[in-house]
């Protein structure tokens, strides 16, 4: 167990840096850079690039970049002056996770039920509510929900606040809307998987064994209906914790998301190469935990098996 | 069988006769004309309006290029482009602030364009202390560049928002700072009185005075510090408006003497003297800042010979690095600005400027004390207690990304003026979310998008609001281009612009067709005197000239050698 962790983050170390390579040349492949704007005269724009060290050749801003990741070190925001990267991601990065775990909860919990019912009831009028439900969460997109939710339940029904973040009750309407297309594809997710494995053989076997049905969907049902969701929810976990610009937008929410993609537009190039670091490294590690919960999960998966096991 | 055969001699012929009628002798067809322009979804909208107003109007089809703005800025600069939708801002109020981009090789004409006589005036304007002079030799070099027409001006933007009635006194200026919230109050306010509610669209990139540049946080360092003179609600610079009490003018307009009010203090309690003021204005323009406004600061005598010293890296040459501060700490003792006591400050500046009290108003020229920016450095200003404060309110709270406080700052010289107790600012940039939150009265004025106009305008028509901005638009014409280098083809472009219609249909935000280049914005001679409306009335006709523009292109395309398009019919 522990060379097989050692082994996977080496491989982990060396992602990362083809990721820090290639997001290096694509950064700097992109026309504009970090200061033009209208009123950029060359000769502040000089000043500038020697002020951030720009103006160093390429490979010289390379061996630096990587000499600060090894440190820890993402520097200083170009965009939001004098604020380091580093603060940002610690600052915004809280927020996004809140956000992002209470529509995790709410999406995979609520979504594996709904898969699990749909299956259980199939043709049924569970079934179909359950369908119609993933259909609309698919469908339409999170900021047409987000709107819809601000109008009903923050204007009309004055239940929960329009935007802001302060207090739980301002993470309700984001979380949901955040939420509800995951949801929407757990619950799809489930149900057909849930489908195949009623299905199978051993299913039947154990019927004839006698076992309740309880024991049925729950020991061989769901547990092996849930194995293509448990590889799902790394990567899925990944992103949303990690924030999205459109909801953070909507609601005026603190979060990590806007950076991915304002930092492109902006050129922040220290921020755009935080971010990247920031998420892929998050990426790693949750692909990680999901083939170690896959030895617990899945019975037919053993990562260290010792001789004669 | 037959059938195939027929249609195989058929194509044949055909093949033949094209091929005999392409050896004649014909002209060349029209080269393409790329038009590039932005690429979020209202500016796509906005240039194939363009597109297809020279489509129906002159039969070219441009080839729409769509990048996103920093790539659009890089290829205006590398002059990679034929055709590109741009606009500017104006820095302060006269319309030299739009005029001078268009002077032979100046750092913003990336059109390639060079006229000796617009030179000439421009340099006549910029030294003349003749307002009336000034005018007339701007408009006449104004007049030069439309009738040239390497810009073609398409329209004026106009500000739509609304507020509600129980808001008051908020003054909106054309101008960054486009709010000014110190004379603001409410009457009636439902969440109770003294307090505003607004949103500020993002948080503020940059609030150090000295090298802050966009329009969020100079309306914040409006709100939060004072330079010499403030403008009155009514646009006027008075004795005593600002940080000084008084200033004297040489007879020359040379030199200027302000005197500083007594017993000014900073939020922290250090006094506030005339040595801030020299500190801010000299740090603006060393090279090591790297401010990308200062230029502004170039009207002082001096200060641009300070922003042009080169300063080489410390450790690759570090005798060239000891020379470069050397001649640095010479040029800095040269510039025209010195703080003789601590409450005179006397300014000397290039050449007379009729606008430099305006300046004297902007975030650029405002105090910076000596002793907090060495403390906090790089951080100054990146946290509410990483920075000093000075005017009518102080940050009392800032949420990155999220909110932001102010409360009324008790120690302020007119804080007796000063009625409101805080305002509440939201970091919302999505543009529907503060619309919903204005109807459930969350938000006491808010800009209002496009496509909301009618919506204001039916059900809430005494809260809609507009006003000009002093914006322009126009499209820049690359001079190296077969076509656009011809002056006829580029006016043949401007006629066939119906800006009327585009403004109407295509812009649908209330924005004025531009009948010349400055915004109607811009001041004239006068406080009061519109500058275009003056000298350049109706100068370009804003229903174009179709008939005329049709005729012009197609007699320079010819002369071109190029086959002029199908004349387009209805």
Sequence with gaps: ?309 | MQIKKTAVVFTCVLLVASLLAGCGPKKQSLPAIRFLADDSEAAKKYAQGLQEIFRKNLGIELVLENVDFKTRLQKMRDQDFDLVFAGWGADYNDPMSFIDLWVTDGPYNDVGWSNEEFDELVTLAKTSTDQQERMEAMAKAEKILLDEAPIIPVYWRQRNFAEHPWAKGIVRTAFAPSNEWKWAYTEGRPGGDNELNLNLGEEPPDLQSVTCTDTVSIDILNATLEGLVRMNPDGVYEQGSGLAESWTVSDDGLVYTFTIKDGLKWSNGEPLTAHDFEYAWKTVVDPRTASQYNYIMFFVKGAEDVANVEIPDEEEDPEGYKDAIAELQEALDNMGVQAIDDNHLVVTLEAPSTFFLSLCAFSTYYPLNQKAHEQWGEGYATEVDKMLYCGPFVIDEWKHGSKMVLKKNTGYWDADNVKLDSIHFDMIKDINTPVTMYEANELDAIGVPGDFIPKFQSERPDEFKQMPEAVSFYLECNLNHPLLKDPKVRQALSLALDRQEYCDNVLRNYSEPAYAYCPPSMQGAEPGEVFVEKYLKDYLPITGDVARAQKLFKEAVEALGYEAPEPPTK
């Design chain 1, 1 to 309: 167990m522990g060379r097989y962790i050692l082994r996977r983050f080496g491989f982990m170390l060396i992602s990362l840096w083809v990721i820090v390579t290639v997001s290096f040349i694509l950064m700097n492949a992109v026309p504009g850079g970090p200061f033009t704007s209208v009123k950029l005269t060359p000769l502040v724009e000089k000043q500038l690039e020697r002020k951030y060290g720009l103006d160093k050749p390429r490979w010289q801003q390379y061996i630096t970049l990587l000499k600060n990741l090894l440190r820890f070190d993402l520097g200083l925001s170009i965009r939001e002056r004098g604020r380091s990267v580093n603060d940002i991601i610690k600052y915004t990065f809280p927020t996004s996770a809140v956000l992002g775990l209470e529509a995790l909860t709410f999406a995979v919990t609520l979504g594996l039920a709904l898969g699990i019912i749909a299956a259980l009831y199939r043709g049924k009028g569970l079934d179909y509510a359950a369908i119609i439900i993933a259909v609309i969460g698919v469908s339409i997109p999170n900021f047409v929900v987000a709107s819809i939710l601000q109008y009903v339940f923050g204007y009309k029904l004055n239940l929960l606040p329009i935007a802001r973040w302060e207090s739980f009750k301002h993470t309700i309407l984001p979380a949901f809307a955040l939420g509800l297309g995951t949801l929407a594809s757990m619950t799809r997710m489930m149900r057909s998987s849930m489908l195949e494995v009623l299905s199978q053989d051993f299913i039947r076997t154990a019927k004839a064994k006698g076992l309740t049905s309880a024991q049925i969907i729950w020991r061989h049902g769901v547990r092996n209906a849930i194995l293509p969701i448990v590889t799902i929810l790394g990567p899925l976990t990944a992103a949303i914790t990690t924030g999205t610009l459109v909801i953070e937008r909507m609601f005026g929410i603190p979060g990590l998301g806007k950076y991915f993609v304002e930092s492109i537009y902006n050129r922040d190039y220290p921020m755009i190469m935080g971010t990247t670091v920031f998420y892929s490294a998050i990426l790693l590690f949750m692909t990680f935990l999901v083939d170690i919960a896959y030895g617990l999960v899945d019975p037919r998966i053993r990562i260290a098996r010792g001789k004669g096991d």
